[in-house]
Nanobody
Framework: QVQLVESGGGLVQAGESLRLSCAASGSIFGINDMGWYRQAPGKQRELVAIITSGGSTNYADSVKGRFTISRDNAKNTVYLQMNSLKPDDTAVYYC???????????????WGQGTQVTVSS
C-alpha cells in the first residue's frame, strides 16, 4: 500500500519560514509528478507548486519568489520551502504524487493526509 506522509507544518508568525516534507512509502515502482496543494477554510483546493520527475517546476502566482519546491528521488520525498510567510498562506497543505505501485502498470493519484500551516500576523 502506498502512503504519503507529511511533516513540517505548524504555527509561525508572518515573515517566518517553514519547510514541509512529504515521503512516499510502500511498494513503489516509480513516481512522476509530485506537488503541494492547499485549501483554506471555505475555499477550493488550489495548486501551490508542482515538480515533475525531470525537475521542471511550476508555482502559483501568489507564492512565486517565496516558495521553493524540490525533491529527493532516492528518498521518494518532496519538499516545500516556504519563506516570507503571510497570513494568507494559512491553509491545510496536501502532498500529491502520481505513483506507479510495484507490480502494476497503471499510474494513480495519491494524496497525503494534510498538514496545517497557520501564519499569524
Amino acid at each position: 500500500q502506498v502512503q504519503l506522509v507529511e511533516s513540517g507544518g505548524g504555527l509561525v508568525q508572518a515573515g517566518e519560514s517553514l519547510r514541509l516534507s512529504c515521503a512516499a512509502s510502500g511498494s513503489i515502482f516509480g513516481i512522476n509528478d509530485m506537488g503541494w496543494y492547499r485549501q483554506a477554510p471555505g475555499k477550493q483546493r488550489e495548486l501551490v507548486a508542482i515538480i515533475t520527475s525531470g525537475g521542471s517546476t511550476n508555482y502559483a502566482d501568489s507564492v512565486k519568489g517565496r516558495f521553493t519546491i524540490s525533491r529527493d528521488n532516492a528518498k521518494n520525498t518532496v519538499y516545500l520551502q516556504m519563506n516570507s510567510l503571510k497570513p494568507d498562506d494559512t491553509a491545510v497543505y496536501y502532498c500529491y504524487a502520481e505513483v506507479r505501485p510495484r507490480l502494476r502498470l497503471r499510474w494513480g493519484d495519491y494524496w497525503g493526509q494534510g498538514t496545517q500551516v497557520t501564519v499569524s500576523s
